[in-house]
């Protein structure tokens, strides 16, 4: 994918917004670097499961991927949720 060449080309790195294992593996093909996984939760944006379901289906099908969880997240006890499940970080606000 051209925008993950773009960024790649200067040193980027590319996190993709991915709601299922469809979008990620998709999102990996095209040159994303990690997956910003996201739950239903996270105001509306993620997809029909929830973020506590989602991320140990990503982190069990693409173990090698950096997962950063997005969706109900607010404080140290979802990061240490979160982190049991397989992500490597959480994204708030």
Excluded: C, Q
Aim: no cysteine; charged share 15%; glycine share 16%.
């Amino acid at each position: 994918d051209w925008i993950a060449s773009a960024a790649h080309d200067y040193g980027g790195k590319v996190l993709a917004t991915v709601t299922n294992a469809v979008h990620a593996k998709s999102a990996l093909e095209g040159g994303a670097d990690a997956l910003m996984v996201t739950g239903h939760e996270a105001a509306a944006h993620g997809g029909d499961v929830t973020s506590l379901v989602l991320i140990p289906s990503i982190a069990s099908r693409f173990p090698e991927v950096p997962l950063v969880a997005a969706g109900g997240f607010a404080d140290g006890r979802g990061l240490s949720a979160a982190l049991a499940l397989g992500a490597d970080g959480i994204a708030m606000g």
